[in-house]
């Protein structure tokens, strides 16, 4: 079945970076489009990013372009989000998914704050 393990949240001032990373199983990951999304105590969540699977074209939201980058290693199963620059508004919990599936993993806590 379907699992996602996200990892390398934490806490960080404002300005400083932080390396977000997914690990999928259960799929073959390459073909499909993953995605980071995020939700904020008392908030929506929403789509960060999105990685698609075969050419590796990426989108963002409008507020964190700039500053995240998303990339993928099919090889190893593994996307990331590179977070720089970052904001106390970006303060979520961080999730990653995979197109077509309704599963979520147990999200990772990036809180920026000084």
């Known amino acids: 079945q379907v699992q996602l393990v996200e990892s390398g949240g934490g806490l960080v001032q404002p300005g400083g970076s932080l390396k977000l990373s997914c690990e999928g199983s259960g799929f073959t990951f390459s073909l499909f489009t993953m995605s980071w999304y995020r939700q904020a105590p008392g908030k929506e969540r929403e789509l960060v990013a999105t990685?698609?699977?075969?050419?590796?074209?990426?989108d963002y939201l409008d507020s964190v372009k700039g500053r995240f980058t998303v990339s993928r290693d099919n090889a190893k199963n593994m996307m990331y989000q590179q977070m720089n620059n970052l904001k106390p508004e970006d303060t979520a919990v961080y999730y990653c998914?995979?197109?077509?599936?309704?599963?979520w993993g147990q999200g990772t806590q990036v809180t920026v704050s000084s």
């Open positions: 990685s698609t699977g075969s050419d590796y074209g990426t």
């Open positions: 998914k995979r197109a077509s599936c309704d599963y």
